[in-house]
């Protein structure tokens, strides 16, 4: 019983950031998840080049399909690159990571909604001058 | 069973780590490693969300551009692919070179970290030459909002880059000096994780400053 307690606990340890999966690395399959995340990436980036060069897209669709590729490749790195993974042994870090995206978000969609929203209520500059006469 | 279970303390979510004592590194405080890289990994987050404030700035003042040029003017994208590229394969290098200090292997790790500057010595050398040739066009930093927006974000990453390349020349000499010693093994992991996050970084400038706006 204690055997199973022990390996139960050993499977949830923290792990870090960066560290890799903690069950059975090695050299060969260290090289493997690099070599899958490096040639994960490479193709989300030449997708990227490619919708945003070519006409292979609707026009007004292409900067959604750019974000949506980047954030794609974004999960890519976290998880190959940085190990950042949903097992329970790296919950701290996800925690983290959350917290991380949310301020970025709040950060980003609070001041472009401001910015958008100052800018369409500004009357042009050339009749900002004539009011100031 | 169900002694075990009424003679553990209630802790559902092991904030004493187990405890039971004979369970091994579970037991106790987590190991430094984990701790150090965690920190870390706070301070990297905290500078994503310094980058984002850059990232916003960016997105408000991509079209004040003065009567100046505007992206699609001024950004080739084939050499932003070059650059894209050299930071995509310096950050697999560095992977080897994480790889290589798990094995303990001094050779690969020297040859992994100095493909890692190479790489990231010839996306710096394009960058600062995209700046030079924007600055001698006359497009410099004060020409327009655009720009002021785009030099200070590229910018800043440019300046982590180069700093990380510094970090970079310390961890060989350091191993060189100390070997794979505990400490030394922490900040390879430290490095390891600041390399990846700015190439993280990059995919975002890629996408909203060259593709968005440079795109025909």
Request: glycine share 10%; charged share 10%; hydrophobic share 55%.
């Amino acid at each position: 019983m204690t055997e199973v307690l022990a390996q139960d606990n050993a499977h949830v340890a923290d792990s870090a950031p960066g560290d890799e999966r903690l069950d059975g690395s090695n050299v060969a399959q260290g090289i493997v998840g690099y070599l899958v995340g490096l040639a994960l990436a490479a193709g989300l980036t030449a997708a990227s080049f490619y919708l945003a060069a070519g006409h292979f897209l609707y026009g007004p669709s292409v900067p959604a399909a750019l974000i949506a590729l980047a954030v794609a490749q974004m999960g890519v790195h976290l998880v190959f690159f940085l190990h950042i993974t949903t097992g329970p042994e790296s919950t701290n870090n996800v925690l983290a990571l959350a917290f991380g995206v949310l301020i970025v978000f709040l950060l980003l969609a609070g001041t472009l909604f401001i910015m958008t929203a100052l800018h369409h209520n500004m009357p042009p500059m050339d009749k900002l001058m004539s009011m100031q006469r | 069973m169900s002694a075990i279970d009424s003679a553990a303390p209630f802790d559902p979510y092991r904030l004493g780590r187990g405890g039971d004592g004979d369970l091994g590194q579970a037991g106790g405080p987590a190991p430094k490693r984990v701790i150090v890289a965690y920190g870390f990994w706070i301070f990297l987050l905290s500078d994503i969300v310094m980058f984002s404030a850059f990232f916003a700035s960016y997105a408000v003042l991509a079209g004040a551009t003065a009567h100046g040029p505007t992206g699609r003017q001024i950004f080739d994208l084939g050499e932003v692919a070059a650059e894209t590229a050299c930071l995509l394969l310096s950050s697999f290098s560095c992977g080897m070179a994480a790889v290589a200090t798990g094995a303990r292997n001094k050779t690969a790790f020297y040859l992994a970290m100095i493909v890692t500057f190479v790489l990231g010595a010839i996306f710096i050398t394009l960058e600062v030459r995209e700046f030079i040739g924007l600055i001698e066009a006359g497009d410099g930093p004060s020409r327009s909002a655009f720009l002021s927006a785009f030099f200070a974000l590229v910018g800043c990453h440019g300046a982590h880059v180069s700093a990380g390349l510094l970090w970079l020349l310390t961890m060989i000499a350091q191993v060189y000096a100390k070997g794979f010693r505990a400490e030394m093994l922490r900040r390879i992991l430290c490095f390891n994780l600041f390399w990846h996050a700015l190439d993280i970084i990059w995919v975002a400038v890629f996408t909203v400053v060259y593709l968005l706006a440079g795109r025909p």
